[in-house]
């Protein structure tokens, strides 16, 4: 028995491989694009993490969204990573790059949804009225003016 190879696509293969693997995709506030307007005392990752813990010492309860957002957006995310693996295994660097890409506008997507349909638990009386007083009338929590849920993004970047 013989085997006679028509194309040899071993080497395509083993880069698409390599550039998926040796990705990660991460999603929410990259700290180089994290400013808020001159005078806020705190970035927008900063902020991110605070809402995220929470900051007992501030009288902050934690809102989890990040990590939430993440988890239920969990089974389209396989599915954009396997569609990557199934392009790196055919050869294909930039379809498996690009499944990264999708799985990061995904993330993005379901974190940015997460804090849209507001996170637990309800803003505090004091917090409405602060809000109201600046002229603002939502109540949604961690939505206040949109500039923090508009800053969660991704990035994709090799591993360390």
């Known amino acids: 028995m013989s085997v006679k190879v028509t194309r040899d696509k071993v080497a395509s293969t083993l880069k698409a491989?390599?550039?998926?693997?040796?990705?990660?995709?991460?999603?929410?506030?990259?700290?180089?694009?994290?400013e808020r307007p001159a005078g806020e005392p705190i970035n927008n990752a900063e902020l991110g993490y605070i809402m995220e813990f929470g900051a007992?010492?501030?009288?902050?309860?934690a809102r989890p969204h990040l990590v939430p957002g993440i988890e239920h957006a969990e089974k389209r995310l396989g599915l954009?990573?396997?569609?990557?693996?199934?392009?790196?295994?055919?050869?294909?660097?930039?379809g498996a790059e690009k499944a990264l890409v999708q799985a990061g506008i995904e993330g993005q997507n379901a974190v940015r949804a997460e804090i849209t349909a507001g996170v637990s638990p309800a803003l505090s009386p004091a917090t409405i009225e602060a809000r109201r007083r600046r002229g603002r009338t939502g109540t949604t929590p961690l939505?206040?003016?949109?500039?923090?849920?508009?800053?969660?993004?991704f990035v994709i970047r090799d591993k360390t």
């Open 17 to 34: 491989i390599h550039t998926l693997v040796s990705k990660d995709v991460l999603v929410g506030v990259p700290s180089d694009r994290a």
């Open 56 to 61: 007992p010492e501030a009288n902050i309860p």
């Open 80 to 94: 954009r990573l396997k569609a990557g693996a199934d392009a790196a295994l055919r050869g294909d660097a930039i």
């Open 143 to 153: 939505l206040d003016t949109g500039e923090y849920r508009n800053s969660i993004t």
